[in-house]
């Protein structure tokens, strides 16, 4: 009976676990609350609009909101450690060439999961240019579209898993290209890459618990026949 509530009580943990694996966001301020410290800006922007973050529900100009209208917070089935805050991340040059936001981090090895929030407002989707939007975590490209191609004033969840093998610097790069004034937009928040606990690990975890049952199991019974 003690060996069943000890592997009821692992099979408890590992579901709980499970629930609740994504952790300890390695990437630093992945949902904007602090502007964009810890992003690296890249690529040419000749139209002079560097990504920026924007607040929630404002309509500002730019740089403090997106041209007038007000974006709802992100409401995606996002499972970022990092809740919902008051910021996102604002891409909306016209005229970019691979402009980008990236930062890189360092992970041990292990198996990682990845993801973030795009929107695209509805101002620039009535822009006749288009603007072409790519998402690489961990080497892995987990979106890569043109803005018409998608949902507009629709928040979209990306994600991905990858197995980490050698401990080093891992790059979290967005990319944005636009050559049309005036061009789509795009948003982006709650960017993560979390350690997920291996199923193997709660396997053993759980066989282990087992084992402890068993061994109280033989000892009430040696007892009993002493």
């Known amino acids: 009976m003690r060996g069943l509530k000890l592997a009821a009580l692992a099979a408890a943990l590992v579901a709980s676990t499970a629930a609740s694996a994504v952790t300890n966001n ?3 301020n992945g949902s904007f609350e602090n502007g964009l410290a810890h992003w690296t800006i890249g690529g040419t922007d000749t139209q002079n609009f560097p990504p920026v973050a924007i607040f929630y ?10 041209f007038g209208e007000s974006v709802p917070q992100d409401n995606s089935a996002n499972p970022s450690p ?5 910021r996102a991340a604002y891409f909306v040059t016209d005229l970019g060439n691979m402009q980008s936001l990236t930062q890189s981090i360092f992970l041990n090895p292990g198996r990682y999961e990845f993801g973030f929030s795009a929107f695209a407002p509805q101002n620039g989707y009535n822009n006749k240019g288009e603007a072409f939007f790519s998402a690489t975590l961990l080497g892995n490209t987990i979106a890569n579209y043109a803005v018409s191609s998608g949902p507009v004033r629709t928040w979209q969840h990306f994600s991905g898993q990858t197995v980490i093998t050698t401990a080093g610097m891992y790059d979290v790069s967005f990319v944005f290209n636009t050559s049309f004034v005036p061009s789509k937009d795009v948003v982006i928040d709650r ?3 979390a350690a997920v606990p291996e199923p193997a690990s709660w396997a053993m ?8 049952g068993v ?3 033989r000892r009430k019974a040696h007892s009993a026949a002493a």
Do not use: T
């Open 26 to 28: 390695q990437v630093k």
């Open 57 to 66: 529900n404002n309509a500002a100009a730019y740089p403090i909101g997106a």
């Open 82 to 86: 990092d809740a919902v805050g008051a």
């Open 191 to 193: 960017v993560y890459v």
């Open 205 to 212: 975890l759980i066989a282990g618990f087992g084992l402890v």
């Open 215 to 217: 061994s109280a199991r």
